[in-house]
Every structure is written in structure tokens, then in C-alpha cells.
């Protein structure tokens, strides 16, 4: 069983550090099993680390940039739109009470000038907090959430009785 880390896996600084620290060992004239055991990783990574410390020094042990293109979408304005959401469709001056996909991918383009296909939006607004509900966007609840709603009824479009 691994040991526990003692801190959150993508802590880049502390991750570099441990890096460094397994080299140093190394040098030292620890195995790299030992190593490897102690610092809870498997012995391939430490020959990893040794292999880009031989090849590139210090610097073979930092970090790479993620690769890939930035997303269209700042994690700042991604931020803003849950707030935009809350505010409902009626106050963008759309028709009916009920988020669709078509209507958020609207509203992104309106508000941020960011072009998303509807089924991108799809999987994107779990990411900030919404949820699929009966044909429409919903903020996300507790996970034992339950609506007051008896069974007959329906959350957007409520029973005249």
C-alpha cells in the first residue's frame, strides 16, 4: 500500500521538490527502491527522474507547461456564468422560465463572445454547478436533494389545481 503523500497530488512546487530530494538521495548512493518506497512512488518514476536529471540537470526535474490550447473560456468569466445563470432565463429576456442548452450557448456568446456548440455546454455546466432536471438547467444540490414537488407535479411548470 502506498504511503500518503501528505499533501494534494498536483502541488507542483511540492512534487519538484520531492523530485529533488529523491536525486539528491540518489547521489548520495541510496538504491532507488529505497527511494522509491520511502517517497511512495514506483521505482520507474525515480529512474525517470534520474534519467531527465542525467540528460537536462536541475531544469529536467521542473515542471512542463500543459500542453494544449487554452480554453475559450477564462476560468475568471467560466466563474461568472453560474451567477448568470441564477439570475434565470426570464431576465435575459427570454419567453419561458426553462435554461436550455441552446439558451446558455446564447447567453455565453451574448455576454463573454465565446462560441460553444450545444453539446459542449452540456458537459461543461456540471463543471460549474449545474445540473440536468426535468428539461432543464438546475443548480446543483446536496446529493440527497429531493424537490418539495409532489409526484404530479412538475419543477417548472407547476400543476394549476
Known amino acids: 500500500m502506498p504511503r500518503p503523500l501528505g499533501y494534494k497530488r498536483r502541488d507542483v512546487k511540492k512534487l519538484e521538490a520531492r523530485r529533488i530530494a529523491a536525486m ?46 487554452r480554453p475559450k473560456l477564462p476560468r475568471e468569466k467560466l466563474a461568472r456564468l453560474s451567477g448568470l445563470l441564477a439570475k434565470g432565463p426570464i431576465a435575459y429576456g427570454f419567453d419561458t422560465p426553462v435554461w436550455t442548452s441552446e439558451r446558455i450557448a446564447l447567453l455565453i456568446w451574448n455576454r463573454f463572445r465565446v ?25 446543483s444540490g446536496p446529493k440527497n436533494f429531493r424537490p418539495k414537488t409532489s ?11
Not at 450545444?118 to 443548480?139: A, C, F, M, N
Not at 409526484?151 to 389545481?161: E, L, Q, S
Open 24 to 69: 539528491a538521495r540518489l547521489q548520495r548512493g541510496e538504491s532507488t527502491s529505497k527511494i522509491a518506497r520511502s517517497m511512495g512512488v514506483s521505482i520507474q518514476s525515480v529512474q525517470r527522474w534520474a534519467r531527465c536529471y542525467r540528460l537536462h540537470g536541475n531544469e529536467g526535474l521542473r515542471r512542463l507547461p500543459k500542453s494544449g490550447p
Open 151 to 161: 409526484p404530479g407535479d412538475h419543477a417548472v411548470f407547476p400543476t394549476v389545481r
Open 115 to 139: 462560441r460553444y456548440s450545444i453539446d459542449y455546454v452540456k458537459q461543461l455546466l456540471p463543471s460549474v454547478g449545474w445540473r440536468w432536471h426535468e428539461h432543464t438547467w438546475v443548480p
